[in-house]
């Protein structure tokens, strides 16, 4: 079929009838080079629309079929012939794009030709829906499911000149990223420049499609240039072509690579000004070029990163959220070394109920755990047989519990523990030799034991490799006082709260403010348990004659008296994340700094939006949203709150908006609440928008990353 086409030059008759149709119209003296340039724009738009409705008039047909329910022959009619005509139209803009000779001809030749035999398929399918008869009844489906097919392999063929080779299944893998095994003579451009540019540019500059007349396959082509000219600076004082397009905003037309394509990382553009400063040399080695703090930072983030955690998260799975939550129950956190990751930490530390059961759950995923914390917890002896299931452990903490050198023989068999903490246990001299059968150990806290100085400097002078944390006991002296511990049932309460402060120095002295004001010696002196009874933020400081203030304990206290008939989730969060759904905003019930302990709802990449109905129309002016950052995590506060009002549930009218600075660089843990304060308003029904950066910010480890936002009570007021 296609050499038919092929042999009768369908393109020319294609164009001579675009021209003709323009001229009918009166608009030939218009027809110029930028005229045709615009209708051939529209391609990327047109070709979508016959694609679309030619499908789902098969699914109609074969609905129709399967159901034994006759489809209307006007529907049927209707939705062929909108298809066959977008389908003219598309051909008549493709034709037209084609002309700017940015694509390879062999595929564009097949794709244009597959494209007409399709347009004149629908046409003649349209015929035959027409033209009643028995072989027409019989071969109208068949036909119908050959025309989807040509459609489909025509939308390939597109999709590889547009987006590159393999667009459709996934053979042009975008999302690699340049790793080396090392730099140690590396050539610069065949080893780190050329990788970059064969993913981040080569897709849209090759032998196949050349945007801007520009191939980027090799360094003759590069320094060739394009039809804009040499992409290279031609002197000291410019950029050149490349970096200055490399460095529009993202929104300009000409930034490169384009928006909708996977972006250069902040060390790739790094990368490529430092080589492109040294002459964009093709024969130079890192150990030619003089590399900076900056370049040297970029290059080094090249590296493989070969640890056997990077390993292990090749091959292993994400652990499920229902053995965390499980976990939860029996007072054990666990959360993802970083966000998504499939390792986890593992915290049981202060627990003095540890059980074998407890290990039995922690076993069902041993393979996960690559740091365990038992700090001041119960495990002994007869639990530390359960500590040789966990293969993977890199990190094991059991200080301040009752183990002994009979615990510590099944220490042992870790085959990939870096770090033991065991201070202020009853372990001897007898475990230095049992850690010293540990090859991959670096570091040992064994302060406090029964291990006495001397022995220890002589253990560490036969074991040089292993590093022995020896601490004086003024090390653990109090310097400083630290801040009371201010203790409530809960954070929420509807219509007063008893709040209670503590010290472990029965003759130090506490004062707090109940107004969000900084406390000192001059504010309230705690004597007894008080009450709130309004929303509070109280701070509280300790304070000892000769010591001075302690540093500020800060707790925030909401009242919350409204009853809320309906949450409605107006975006979806990410199925990982989902706690109660839209319960969760107004449960009376506060996340924990865990993101894992299902109490927060996350979203990955975009804003939250909900809808919150009340019991009865009540007069409010405020709102207090709770939020969450974990920056390593990928987790980032909010940056702006919008609040709507309505009294019928369907005309909305915005009342408040506020935006929040972006995050400093931080690596920190914490939440916090968002408050909006608003004009009094009576309102039925609140629809609340909280705004996410989106993405990972510049100084963050992975930029440009999609950020998530956690949010967890709504408390309105």
Request: glycine share 6%.
């Given at each position: 079929m296609f050499l038919i086409f092929q042999q009768v030059n369908i393109f020319g008759v294609f164009q001579l009838l675009s021209v003709h149709f323009l001229a009918l119209c009166g608009n030939f003296q218009l027809l110029n080079f930028n005229l045709w340039q615009m209708m051939g724009n529209f391609h990327p738009l047109l070709v979508h629309l016959p694609i679309g409705i030619f499908l789902f008039g098969f699914a109609l047909e074969c609905f129709s079929r399967f159901k034994k329910i006759p489809l209307p022959q006007q529907i049927s009619a209707f939705t062929l012939a909108t298809a066959a005509g977008f389908a003219l139209f598309s051909v008549i803009s493709g034709l037209l794009l084609a002309q700017d000779g940015a694509y390879n001809q062999d595929n564009l030749s097949l794709h244009r030709n597959m494209g007409i035999a399709f347009t004149l398929g629908a046409f003649g399918l349209l015929f035959i829906q027409q033209y009643k008869a028995v072989w027409t009844t019989k071969a109208f489906l068949p036909l119908y499911a050959i025309l989807v097919l040509l459609l489909s392999i025509t939308g390939h063929y597109g999709g590889n000149m547009t987006h590159g080779e393999g667009f459709l299944f996934g053979q042009n893998d975008s999302s690699s990223s340049l790793s080396i095994a090392s730099l140690e003579n590396t050539m610069v451009y065949n080893d780190l420049v050329k990788p970059v540019l064969d993913l981040k540019c080569v897709a849209c500059h090759n032998?196949?499609?050349?945007?801007?007349?520009l191939l980027m396959t090799s360094p003759e082509w590069l320094l060739k240039g394009g039809e804009h000219g040499p992409i290279f600076p031609t002197n000291k004082d410019t950029l050149g072509t490349l970096l200055t397009r490399v460095h529009l905003p993202l929104e300009e037309k000409e930034h490169m690579p384009p928006k909708s394509k996977k972006q250069l990382s902040s060390q790739e553009i790094v990368l490529l000004e430092w080589w492109i400063q040294n002459k964009a040399c093709f024969d130079c080695s890192t150990a030619n070029l003089e590399a900076n703090e900056k370049v040297a930072l970029a290059l080094q983030s090249f590296l493989e990163d070969n640890s056997p955690i990077k390993q292990w998260e090749k091959t292993i799975d994400p652990v499920p959220q229902d053995w965390i939550l499980a976990l939860a129950s029996k007072g054990i956190t666990a959360y993802p070394i970083t966000f998504g990751h499939p390792m986890v930490i593992v915290n049981a530390r202060g627990k003095q109920n540890l059980t074998k059961k407890d290990f039995k759950l922690l076993k069902k995923y041993q393979e996960n755990i690559v740091e365990i914390n038992?700090?001041?917890?119960?495990?002994?002896?007869?639990?530390?047989?359960?500590?040789?299931?966990?293969?993977?452990?890199l990190k094991l903490q059991i200080p301040q519990t009752p183990i002994t050198d009979k615990g510590m023989e099944y220490v042992k068999s870790l085959d990939h523990l870096l770090t033991i903490n065991a201070f202020a246990t009853n372990v001897t001299s007898k475990s230095l030799d049992i850690i010293s059968e540990i090859n991959t150990l670096e570091n040992a806290y064994l302060t406090d034991t029964q291990i006495n100085k001397n022995t220890m400097e002589a253990f560490v002078a036969k074991n040089g490799k292993l590093r022995l944390h020896y601490i004086s006991e003024d090390t653990f002296a109090q310097t400083a006082l630290d801040p009371p511990t201010i203790l409530s049932k809960t954070d929420f309460f509807r219509d007063s709260l008893a709040i209670e402060m503590a010290y472990v120095f029965e003759n130090a002295s506490l004062f707090y403010t109940l107004d969000g004001s900084t406390p000192d010696t001059t504010s309230i002196k705690y004597n007894r348990p008080f009450s709130i009874d309004k929303t509070t933020v109280l701070k509280a400081v300790t304070y000892m004659e000769g010591w001075g203030l302690s540093a500020v304990a800060e707790a925030d206290f909401k009242k919350s008296n409204i009853d809320y008939?309906?949450?409605?989730?107006?975006?979806?969060?990410?199925?990982?994340?989902?706690?109660?759904?839209?319960?969760s905003l107004v449960d009376l019930k506060r996340g924990s700094t865990n993101f894992v302990d299902g109490m927060w709802l996350g979203f990955e990449g975009k804003n939250s939006e909900a809808i919150l109905t009340l019991s009865k129309?009540?007069?409010?002016?405020?709102?207090?949203?709770?939020?969450?950052?974990?920056?390593?995590?990928?987790?980032?506060?909010?940056?702006?709150?919008?609040?709507?009002?309505?009294?019928n549930g369907i005309d909305y009218k915005k009342i408040?908006?506020?935006?929040?600075?972006?995050?400093?660089?931080?690596?920190?843990?914490?939440?916090?609440?968002?408050?909006i304060s608003f004009p009094?308003?009576?309102?039925?029904?609140?629809?609340?928008?909280?705004?996410?950066?989106?993405?990972?910010?510049?100084?963050?480890?992975?930029?440009?990353?999609?950020?998530?936002?956690?949010?967890?009570?709504?408390?309105?007021?």
């Amino acid at each position: 079929m296609f050499l038919i086409f092929q042999q009768v030059n369908i393109f020319g008759v294609f164009q001579l009838l675009s021209v003709h149709f323009l001229a009918l119209c009166g608009n030939f003296q218009l027809l110029n080079f930028n005229l045709w340039q615009m209708m051939g724009n529209f391609h990327p738009l047109l070709v979508h629309l016959p694609i679309g409705i030619f499908l789902f008039g098969f699914a109609l047909e074969c609905f129709s079929r399967f159901k034994k329910i006759p489809l209307p022959q006007q529907i049927s009619a209707f939705t062929l012939a909108t298809a066959a005509g977008f389908a003219l139209f598309s051909v008549i803009s493709g034709l037209l794009l084609a002309q700017d000779g940015a694509y390879n001809q062999d595929n564009l030749s097949l794709h244009r030709n597959m494209g007409i035999a399709f347009t004149l398929g629908a046409f003649g399918l349209l015929f035959i829906q027409q033209y009643k008869a028995v072989w027409t009844t019989k071969a109208f489906l068949p036909l119908y499911a050959i025309l989807v097919l040509l459609l489909s392999i025509t939308g390939h063929y597109g999709g590889n000149m547009t987006h590159g080779e393999g667009f459709l299944f996934g053979q042009n893998d975008s999302s690699s990223s340049l790793s080396i095994a090392s730099l140690e003579n590396t050539m610069v451009y065949n080893d780190l420049v050329k990788p970059v540019l064969d993913l981040k540019c080569v897709a849209c500059h090759n032998e196949k499609k050349t945007e801007g007349g520009l191939l980027m396959t090799s360094p003759e082509w590069l320094l060739k240039g394009g039809e804009h000219g040499p992409i290279f600076p031609t002197n000291k004082d410019t950029l050149g072509t490349l970096l200055t397009r490399v460095h529009l905003p993202l929104e300009e037309k000409e930034h490169m690579p384009p928006k909708s394509k996977k972006q250069l990382s902040s060390q790739e553009i790094v990368l490529l000004e430092w080589w492109i400063q040294n002459k964009a040399c093709f024969d130079c080695s890192t150990a030619n070029l003089e590399a900076n703090e900056k370049v040297a930072l970029a290059l080094q983030s090249f590296l493989e990163d070969n640890s056997p955690i990077k390993q292990w998260e090749k091959t292993i799975d994400p652990v499920p959220q229902d053995w965390i939550l499980a976990l939860a129950s029996k007072g054990i956190t666990a959360y993802p070394i970083t966000f998504g990751h499939p390792m986890v930490i593992v915290n049981a530390r202060g627990k003095q109920n540890l059980t074998k059961k407890d290990f039995k759950l922690l076993k069902k995923y041993q393979e996960n755990i690559v740091e365990i914390n038992l700090g001041a917890s119960n495990m002994n002896d007869t639990l530390a047989v359960f500590l040789k299931n966990f293969e993977h452990l890199l990190k094991l903490q059991i200080p301040q519990t009752p183990i002994t050198d009979k615990g510590m023989e099944y220490v042992k068999s870790l085959d990939h523990l870096l770090t033991i903490n065991a201070f202020a246990t009853n372990v001897t001299s007898k475990s230095l030799d049992i850690i010293s059968e540990i090859n991959t150990l670096e570091n040992a806290y064994l302060t406090d034991t029964q291990i006495n100085k001397n022995t220890m400097e002589a253990f560490v002078a036969k074991n040089g490799k292993l590093r022995l944390h020896y601490i004086s006991e003024d090390t653990f002296a109090q310097t400083a006082l630290d801040p009371p511990t201010i203790l409530s049932k809960t954070d929420f309460f509807r219509d007063s709260l008893a709040i209670e402060m503590a010290y472990v120095f029965e003759n130090a002295s506490l004062f707090y403010t109940l107004d969000g004001s900084t406390p000192d010696t001059t504010s309230i002196k705690y004597n007894r348990p008080f009450s709130i009874d309004k929303t509070t933020v109280l701070k509280a400081v300790t304070y000892m004659e000769g010591w001075g203030l302690s540093a500020v304990a800060e707790a925030d206290f909401k009242k919350s008296n409204i009853d809320y008939s309906k949450v409605e989730l107006l975006e979806i969060p990410n199925e990982k994340y989902t706690a109660n759904g839209g319960k969760s905003l107004v449960d009376l019930k506060r996340g924990s700094t865990n993101f894992v302990d299902g109490m927060w709802l996350g979203f990955e990449g975009k804003n939250s939006e909900a809808i919150l109905t009340l019991s009865k129309s009540e007069k409010v002016n405020s709102m207090a949203v709770g939020t969450l950052s974990a920056p390593a995590s990928w987790i980032f506060y909010p940056i702006g709150l919008e609040i709507f009002s309505s009294n019928n549930g369907i005309d909305y009218k915005k009342i408040a908006q506020q935006s929040y600075s972006p995050e400093e660089p931080n690596n920190d843990v914490k939440k916090k609440f968002l408050e909006i304060s608003f004009p009094e308003v009576a309102a039925t029904h609140l629809k609340v928008v909280v705004k996410s950066p989106l993405k990972n910010p510049e100084w963050h480890p992975n930029p440009g990353g999609k950020s998530w936002i956690f949010i967890d009570e709504i408390i309105v007021d």
